[in-house]
Every structure is written in structure tokens, then in C-alpha cells.
């Protein structure tokens, strides 16, 4: 098949980009990246144009290149469309619309990826399950979840993440969901939610689709809102610590968290390998799902058991006589609060914080942090170190630094030994920098 992008051309329909996908069943869209025979999809942002690249694509062996641009100059395998980026999402849509199994959707303002990796591998302890890798849960990362979901597929969960209105819905349309998993409405991406009522609403739309669609909810019964929010949907399957139908409760937290099952379940406890009590509703979910969809209840417990995780989430890691909590993937008001409570109880003589600032929290972002630095003045800590962003614009007693990579020199120039330290920071500061001089080597 051959394509030469000139005027008037026409443009190939989802159909016949397909019948190609079908044939080349690998996308890339960096074409650093780029491995023979893949469909190279030229999408633009604001930094880069993927439309500058196709050709080259061509010649390091992609079998087409998708664009929305005249190319360099004109070639075969060059496949014209209106636009790459939505051309992308109706070929996932199309490739979704193949298959009659459960897509579960999981959104929320904390514990997403860990609540879908948690799930995804109770899940397959009994089916073919596909799901989101890593956190690739935005517009760009959905879609090429749903077309990494092959024939043999039996299960497919989908996360979706989330910094204003409408944006879930769209994922929705495309996506699908039969069932769908809210963990919580908490306080992120304010800047672009404008208000807690705003996140609620947002992530809301999942519950929206499936009450309109007549889909299945998972919902944790402890918040109130998420009752609320819930209500009309035809089918609610809930957990929590009390009066659900899946009932857990944290039985040791420290080193990992342990949970004992009080109801709905033919389990006694799980024993994890996360680190903090704030993940029991995460566990709780995936005890939830996999009771649902009849995995055997040992079968649940090892999927949960074996789960290690991993890329600064809920890590717990020793390192000589010292101990990191890993938790520095992301964060937010909530999220870093529930972090800094378990940390409070966390069993060592010395401890220390080493928090990164939260982004994206819009004109409250000095206050959120100021509520931090009053949790923070509660508990007698060795040290306290904060970075960046507005803990660099209030007043408090604590050690400051611009950037993860200066903590890192002061804490490597330290004698740190015999302690506990919890890292925490929103992604753009990179908090697990801080530490490397301090991490195990292989």
C-alpha cells in the first residue's frame, strides 16, 4: 500500500489504518525509539513534531509513518490523516470495540497505578489480563493500552488520570469501560479542578459512564462522598473496613502492611510487600475485584503477596543501617499527609523528612503548603528537609534546598546512619535523587 501526501488528498479512514494495524500490530511514537516494523504515529506537543521525523522513521524501518503534515519530501508508506493524535484514539476505539471482555477503569486523586498493579496481578492468577504500563493513563498512554490488547485477552484494565473536567468522560467514550474503581477524590491537580467539588466532578464522570451504560461499580464504602457520587449506578460492589461487602482492617503496618480480612471473603489475612497503612484501601479493592470475578481466594492472596513494588511507590528499602520509604513518585496535599501520619509511627529512634513541594495545586498552593509545615511541627523529627517550590516561599525553621540534586549533596555529605527517612515530592521534583548516594548498590 502506498500513500503520497499532496493537496487533496484523501485521507485513509480508521478502517483501512485497521487493516495496516492489523498487519504491524506495534506503535511507536518516539522515534528514538523506534523498532522495525512498527507504525510510527507522528504526534505534535508543544515542544516537538513528530511530522519532522517521519520519514527518517521510514528509513530506521518503520513499516508507515502516520502524519497530519506534508512530509520532508514525498515517499511511499507515508499515511495521510486529519490528525494523528485523534486518529490514534479512533484506532484504539475501533480495536476496543473487538473485544466483549470486562474493562475495568480505575481513576483517582491517589493509589491509582498501585490499585491497578495490585489488581492486575490478582486478575491474572486466573485470566489473560492486560492493563496500563506504568502510569501511561493520559491521552497519549490510553490509547496505546488498548492497542498493546491482543486477541487472547480475557481481562483488560485501564487506568485514566486526570487535571480538568471532561477529561475522564473522553476516555470514557473510547475506552469503554463495564466496570469502573474510583479510590478516592482528593487534593490534586486543583489548579486545574478549581475546587474539591471540581476533582469530585471529574472523576465523577467514570461513575457517570456507568450508570449511563449500565456498568458495575467497585466502590469503597468508608467515604461518604463516594456513596454519594455512586448512587444510580446499576451494579455496586463495595469494600471497606466496615458494613461493605469485602471488609479488611490493618493488622500490622510496619515493616509492610498486613491485613486482616474480616468479611465477604474466604481469606484470614494478606501479607504485603507495601509499605504504609494508607494503602489498605488498595488492597482492599483488589480483594474486592478478585473476589468478583471468582479468582480463588488463594489466588488472591498470592497475587496481592507476590506484588512487589516498584518506581518509588510504597517502597520500603533498606540500606545498611539505614531505611528509606520511597514514596516519591508523586504527590499531593492529601496524599502527602497520609504519608507524613504513617510515617509519625514508623518504628525507628531517628527520623527524618525529605519532602519535595507538590505542584499543580493553582492559587491555594502556599496554604497547602503551610498546613504541611504545621503537620510537620507536631512530631519531634532528627531533620527535616524540604525542597523546592513554596517551601521555598514560607517562613519555618526547617533545612531548605532549590532542588533534589542539592539535598542529595548535603545528604551525602553526612554520616547518616540508624535512620529512617521518608521521601515524598510531586514528580517535577524528582525526589529519589535526593537519595542515591544512599541507595543499595547491586
Given at each position: 500500500?502506498?500513500?503520497?501526501?499532496?493537496?487533496?488528498?484523501?485521507?485513509?479512514?480508521?478502517?483501512?489504518l485497521?487493516?495496516?494495524?492489523?498487519?504491524?500490530?506495534?506503535?511507536?511514537?518516539?522515534?528514538?525509539?523506534?523498532?522495525?516494523?512498527d507504525?510510527?504515529?507522528?504526534l505534535k506537543?508543544?515542544?516537538f513534531n513528530?511530522?519532522?521525523?517521519a520519514v527518517?522513521?521510514?528509513?530506521?524501518?518503520?513499516?508507515?509513518?502516520?502524519?497530519?503534515?506534508?512530509?520532508?519530501?514525498?515517499?511511499?508508506?507515508?499515511?495521510?490523516v486529519?490528525?494523528?493524535?485523534?486518529?490514534?484514539?479512533a484506532?484504539?476505539a475501533?480495536?476496543?470495540?473487538?473485544?466483549?471482555?470486562?474493562?475495568?477503569?480505575i481513576?483517582?486523586?491517589n493509589?491509582?497505578?498501585?490499585?491497578?498493579?495490585?489488581i492486575h496481578a490478582?486478575?491474572?492468577?486466573k485470566?489473560?489480563?492486560?492493563?496500563?504500563?506504568?502510569?501511561?493513563n493520559?491521552?497519549?498512554?490510553?490509547?496505546?493500552?488498548l492497542?498493546?490488547?491482543?486477541?487472547?485477552?480475557?481481562?483488560?484494565?485501564?487506568?485514566?488520570?486526570?487535571?480538568h473536567?471532561?477529561?475522564?468522560?473522553?476516555?470514557?467514550?473510547?475506552?469503554?469501560?463495564?466496570?469502573?474503581?474510583?479510590?478516592?477524590?482528593g487534593?490534586?491537580?486543583?489548579?486545574?479542578?478549581?475546587?474539591?467539588?471540581?476533582i469530585?466532578?471529574?472523576k465523577?464522570?467514570?461513575?457517570?459512564?456507568?450508570?449511563?451504560?449500565?456498568?458495575?461499580?467497585?466502590?469503597m464504602?468508608?467515604?461518604?462522598?463516594?456513596q454519594?457520587?455512586?448512587?444510580?449506578?446499576?451494579?455496586?460492589?463495595?469494600?471497606?473496613?466496615?458494613?461493605a461487602?469485602i471488609?479488611?482492617?490493618?493488622?500490622?503496618?510496619?515493616?509492610?502492611?498486613?491485613?486482616?480480612?474480616?468479611?465477604?471473603?474466604?481469606?484470614d489475612?494478606?501479607?504485603?510487600?507495601?509499605t504504609?497503612?494508607?494503602?489498605?484501601?488498595?488492597?482492599?479493592?483488589a480483594?474486592?475485584?478478585?473476589d468478583?470475578?471468582?479468582?480463588?481466594?488463594?489466588g488472591?492472596?498470592?497475587?496481592?503477596?507476590?506484588?512487589?513494588?516498584?518506581?518509588?511507590r510504597?517502597?520500603?528499602?533498606?540500606?545498611g543501617?539505614?531505611?528509606?520509604?520511597?514514596?516519591?513518585?508523586?504527590?499531593?496535599?492529601?496524599?502527602?499527609k497520609?504519608?507524613?501520619?504513617?510515617?509519625?509511627h514508623?518504628?525507628?529512634?531517628?527520623?527524618?523528612l525529605?519532602?519535595g513541594a507538590?505542584?499543580?495545586?493553582?492559587?491555594?498552593s502556599?496554604?497547602?503548603?503551610e498546613?504541611?509545615?504545621?503537620?510537620?511541627?507536631?512530631?519531634?523529627?532528627?531533620?527535616?528537609?524540604?525542597?523546592?517550590?513554596?517551601?521555598?516561599r514560607?517562613k519555618?525553621?526547617?533545612?531548605?534546598?532549590a532542588n533534589?540534586?542539592?539535598?542529595?549533596?548535603?545528604?551525602a555529605?553526612?554520616?547518616?546512619?540508624?535512620?529512617?527517612?521518608?521521601?515524598?515530592?510531586?514528580?517535577?521534583?524528582?525526589m529519589?535523587?535526593?537519595?542515591?548516594?544512599?541507595?543499595?548498590?547491586?
Amino acid at each position: 500500500m502506498a500513500f503520497l501526501f499532496i493537496s487533496f488528498v484523501v485521507m485513509i479512514s480508521t478502517e483501512e489504518l485497521y487493516r495496516i494495524f492489523l498487519q504491524h500490530p506495534s506503535i511507536c511514537t518516539d522515534s528514538r525509539k523506534l523498532r522495525a516494523g512498527d507504525l510510527f504515529f507522528a504526534l505534535k506537543g508543544e515542544n516537538f513534531n513528530g511530522n519532522h521525523f517521519a520519514v527518517q522513521a521510514l528509513e530506521s524501518g518503520a513499516a508507515y509513518s502516520i502524519i497530519d503534515e506534508p512530509p520532508s519530501r514525498p515517499g511511499e508508506r507515508l499515511v495521510p490523516v486529519n490528525d494523528v493524535l485523534t486518529s490514534l484514539q479512533a484506532l484504539a476505539a475501533h480495536h476496543r470495540n473487538q473485544f466483549s471482555i470486562p474493562f475495568i477503569a480505575i481513576t483517582g486523586s491517589n493509589g491509582k497505578t498501585t490499585t491497578k498493579e495490585l489488581i492486575h496481578a490478582v486478575l491474572s492468577e486466573k485470566y489473560t489480563t492486560y492493563t496500563t504500563e506504568g502510569n501511561l493513563n493520559n491521552h497519549i498512554g490510553i490509547p496505546l493500552t488498548l492497542l498493546k490488547i491482543k486477541k487472547d485477552a480475557e481481562m483488560a484494565i485501564v487506568e485514566m488520570g486526570a487535571n480538568h473536567l471532561r477529561e475522564i468522560a473522553g476516555y470514557c467514550e473510547y475506552t469503554r469501560p463495564t466496570h469502573g474503581l474510583i479510590t478516592n477524590c482528593g487534593k490534586a491537580h486543583l489548579e486545574g479542578f478549581g475546587s474539591m467539588e471540581g476533582i469530585r466532578k471529574g472523576k465523577g464522570e467514570l461513575y457517570d459512564y456507568l450508570r449511563e451504560h449500565g456498568g458495575t461499580a467497585f466502590v469503597m464504602w468508608d467515604y461518604d462522598y463516594l456513596q454519594e457520587m455512586s448512587k444510580g449506578i446499576r451494579e455496586i460492589v463495595s469494600y471497606g473496613t466496615g458494613s461493605a461487602d469485602i471488609t479488611g482492617v490493618e493488622e500490622s503496618a510496619f515493616p509492610h502492611l498486613r491485613v486482616r480480612m474480616t468479611a465477604g471473603v474466604n481469606l484470614d489475612s494478606v501479607q504485603t510487600r507495601l509499605t504504609g497503612n494508607y494503602n489498605l484501601p488498595n488492597v482492599l479493592a483488589a480483594v474486592c475485584v478478585g473476589d468478583f470475578f471468582n479468582v480463588d481466594p488463594r489466588g488472591i492472596k498470592k497475587g496481592i503477596e507476590q506484588y512487589t513494588p516498584s518506581n518509588s511507590r510504597s517502597q520500603l528499602i533498606r540500606s545498611g543501617t539505614n531505611t528509606l520509604v520511597l514514596d516519591a513518585y508523586n504527590a499531593n496535599p492529601s496524599s502527602m499527609k497520609l504519608a507524613i501520619e504513617n510515617f509519625m509511627h514508623f518504628p525507628a529512634a531517628y527520623k527524618v523528612l525529605l519532602l519535595g513541594a507538590m505542584a499543580e495545586l493553582g492559587a491555594g498552593s502556599i496554604g497547602e503548603h503551610e498546613q504541611i509545615i504545621h503537620q510537620i511541627g507536631t512530631y519531634d523529627w532528627k531533620e527535616v528537609i524540604l525542597v523546592g517550590g513554596d517551601f521555598l516561599r514560607i517562613k519555618h525553621p526547617y533545612r531548605t534546598f532549590a532542588n533534589s540534586e542539592e539535598a542529595g549533596k548535603w545528604l551525602a555529605s553526612r554520616s547518616v546512619q540508624h535512620t529512617a527517612i521518608l521521601v515524598k515530592g510531586s514528580r517535577s521534583m524528582q525526589m529519589e535523587r535526593a537519595v542515591a548516594s544512599l541507595m543499595p548498590t547491586a
